[in-house]
């Protein structure tokens, strides 16, 4: 088992976490395992393997400041919360995993908790996740991880007989990233390995959800961070400082984002280029309600309130964050592959309001 891991995975001498195994050789390492583009002065750079970079672009690479704030942060705090709602599993995961061959090396990038690591016995489980605390909670019960970006996985190529990146791909926040954690997940499984692919779906089951969510203008530019791009927005569009923050049910409070606002240094008075009859709403904030007594776990929400990353609703006793997705519409994920020589679609289907891929490495 150790000389299994020892030739997958590098680990950083911080963060990146391994539960099971306290050393490691013949490391592979990524040119970020932290938090790519968060500033964090633990996540210093590791040389690449063999002085690769994977074809990672430094724009790519780059995380877009919607994604730091509004998915790494807001994970950070609700980890604990978080893990706790997350035990129940797939049947279309489980049965994914149920079929992969003993002694089956399986990668599972975007690990949350970790309640897939180890599912089936017969199989060997790596994971990753960006949040820091997620990781601890999966070290904590033996599982072998790190702390990583999708998008540059400190994995070498050709290690793993599958891989999962279950509910994950919705958080980033542009299609290079997207395009580039799918070729990823394809560059580090091996030739025949599978690879399967979860995000949350426009077509929901209960239509109801999408009136709970805050929609978001159309993104404004590729990256979400340039707000200098001339932009025009038509009348129907909502603009950042108006949008109502709803809660997980029916109930709606109407909040100002003004730390969303202010990190776009004015984009209130610009304007957005959309099409109204081409364009469909992907891009929400959905709510997370963390319990006032889960809330004193660390100190963090404190600090969210302080800043404006998190709201009260004194009703219900919680502290309300905010999480960025882009929601797939039917096909989206088949245009992201559409162009990767090196994997094939095999699968593809819509599952409990997810659509989801199977992939083979060609």
């Not at 400041?65 to 709602?85: M, N």
């Not at 200098?228 to 038509?234: C, D, G, I, T």
């Amino acid at each position: 088992m150790i000389q299994i891991f020892s030739r997958i995975a590098a680990r950083s001498p911080r963060r990146a976490t391994s539960a099971s195994h306290p050393s490691s050789s013949n490391a592979i390492s990524t040119s970020n395992p932290m938090r790519s583009g968060d500033g964090n002065s633990e996540g210093q750079d590791a040389p690449l393997a063999e002085g690769k970079d994977h074809g990672c672009s430094p724009g790519v690479q780059s995380t877009p400041d919607i994604e730091k704030k509004y998915v790494h942060r807001v994970y950070d705090a609700i980890a604990p919360h978080f893990s706790s709602t997350r035990f129940a599993k797939w049947p279309k995961v489980a049965g994914f995993l149920n079929s992969l061959r003993p002694g089956s090396v399986v990668l599972d990038a975007g690990c949350g908790n970790g309640k897939y690591l180890g599912f089936n016995p017969e199989c060997f489980y790596i994971g990753c996740d960006i949040s820091p605390p997620l990781i601890e909670i999966c070290a904590g019960r033996g599982h072998e991880v790190f702390v990583a970006d999708a998008v540059n996985l400190p994995y070498r190529e050709n290690v793993a007989d599958a891989a999962i990146s279950i509910a994950v791909l919705h958080h980033l926040s542009t299609e290079d990233r997207r395009r580039k954690a799918i070729e990823e997940l394809i560059r580090v499984v091996k030739r025949g390995g599978l690879v399967l692919i979860t995000v949350w779906a426009v077509e929901q089951e209960d239509k109801s959800l999408l009136n709970k969510w805050t929609p978001l203008c159309d993104k404004y530019n590729e990256e979400w961070v340039d707000p200098s791009s001339p932009m025009v927005r038509n009348k129907s569009a909502t603009t950042l400082d108006s949008i109502e923050e709803t809660d997980e049910d029916t109930r709606a409070v109407k909040q100002t984002d003004d730390q969303l606002k202010n990190s776009y240094d004015g984009l209130e008075d610009k304007t957005l280029i959309m099409d109204e009859h081409d364009k469909t709403q992907q891009e929400y904030f959905v709510p997370w309600h963390l319990p006032f007594h889960r809330a004193e776990i660390g100190g963090a929400s404190a600090a969210a309130l302080q800043n404006g990353l998190a709201k009260k609703d004194d009703k219900k006793g919680t502290v309300v964050y905010n999480r960025y997705y882009h929601i797939f519409v039917e096909g989206e994920l088949q245009r992201l592959v559409a162009g990767m020589k090196n994997a094939a679609i095999v699968d593809q289907f819509y599952d409990k309001s997810n659509w989801c891929i199977v992939l083979e490495k060609l």
